[in-house]
C-alpha cells in the first residue's frame, strides 16, 4: 500500500527566509506526486505536480519540489518566503495509472514570522 | 478555469434531518470525488464518481449518499448523521483517468458540516 510521511509537524520560518518542506513517499511502482497547499478553513490548492519527465518541477507561488527516486523523496522550496505563504502544506501520492485515490501525509504547518 | 464550488460554505443540522451539499465544477473533468476533512487531519477520501459512475466507495455509512446526475453535479446526500459526521467536507474533480490527460485534481473551498 501506498504512504506518505511529512516528518515535520509544524515549521517557522522567519519572511525572506529560505523554505524547505520534507516529503518521502511508499510506493511500488512510479508515483504520482503532488503538493497542495490549504490556509484555514479553505480548499486545497494544487501547487505543483510530478508525473514523469524532468524531476524539477516549478509550480505556482514561486514553489519548485524534486523528485529523488533513490530517496523515494519529494521535497518542497522556495528561495524566498513571504507573510503569506503561512498555511498547512500536504504532499499526496496518487496511484499509477489512475491518480484517482490519493494518498495524503499527515500535514505540515508553515508558521511565517514577520 | 479551474474552478470547484461547493454550496452551502456552513450547513448546521440536527441528527433527524436530511440535507444535501452540491458541487459543481465546469472544467470538462468527468471525475468527481467526495472527501471528508477533520480538523488538523488530512482529507480522507470517501467517493469517487468516473463518467458519473460510482467507482470507489471508502466503505462509508450509509447515511451518506452521494449522486452524480451529470458529469458536472455531484451531491451528497446526508440523513441520520451522528455529531462526529461534524467535519469540511470537500469536493474534487479531475479528467478521468486512462484518457491520456494530466489528472490532477482540483478541490472546492468545501462545506464545513456541525451536526448538533
Known amino acids: 500500500a501506498q504512504s506518505v510521511t511529512q516528518p515535520d509537524i509544524h515549521i517557522t520560518v522567519s519572511e525572506g527566509a529560505s523554505l524547505e518542506l520534507r516529503c518521502n513517499y511508499s510506493?511500488?511502482?512510479?508515483?504520482?506526486l503532488f503538493w497542495y497547499v490549504q490556509s484555514p478553513g479553505q480548499g486545497l490548492q494544487l501547487l505543483l505536480k510530478?508525473?514523469?519527465?524532468?524531476?524539477l518541477v516549478q509550480g505556482i507561488k514561486g514553489f519548485e519540489a524534486e523528485f529523488k527516486r533513490s530517496q523515494s523523496s519529494f521535497n518542497l522550496r522556495k528561495p524566498s518566503v513571504h507573510w503569506s505563504d503561512a498555511a498547512e502544506y500536504f504532499c499526496?501520492?496518487?496511484?499509477?495509472?489512475?491518480?484517482?485515490?490519493?494518498?495524503f501525509g499527515t500535514g505540515t504547518r508553515l508558521q511565517v514570522t514577520l | 478555469d479551474t474552478e470547484v464550488t461547493q454550496t452551502p460554505k456552513h450547513l448546521v443540522m440536527g441528527m433527524t434531518n436530511k440535507k444535501s451539499l452540491k458541487c459543481e465544477q465546469h472544467?470538462?473533468?468527468?471525475?468527481m470525488y467526495w472527501y471528508k476533512q477533520k480538523a488538523k487531519k488530512p482529507p480522507e477520501l470517501m467517493f469517487v464518481?468516473?463518467?458519473?459512475?460510482?467507482?470507489i466507495n471508502e466503505s462509508v455509512p450509509s447515511r451518506f449518499s452521494p449522486e452524480c446526475p451529470n458529469s458536472s453535479l455531484l451531491n451528497l446526500h446526508l440523513h441520520a448523521l451522528q455529531p462526529e459526521d461534524s467535519a469540511l467536507y470537500l469536493c474534487?474533480?479531475?479528467?478521468?483517468?486512462?484518457?491520456?490527460?494530466?489528472?490532477?485534481?482540483?478541490f472546492g473551498p468545501g462545506t464545513r458540516l456541525t451536526v448538533t
Open positions: 510506493y511500488g511502482a512510479t508515483p504520482y
Open positions: 464518481y468516473s463518467y458519473e459512475k460510482l467507482s
Open positions: 472544467m470538462g473533468h468527468r471525475a
Open positions: 510530478y508525473f514523469s519527465g524532468d524531476t
Open positions: 474534487a474533480s479531475s479528467q478521468a483517468p486512462g484518457t491520456g490527460l494530466s489528472y490532477e485534481q482540483y
Open positions: 499526496a501520492v496518487g496511484e499509477g495509472g489512475t491518480a484517482s485515490k490519493l494518498t
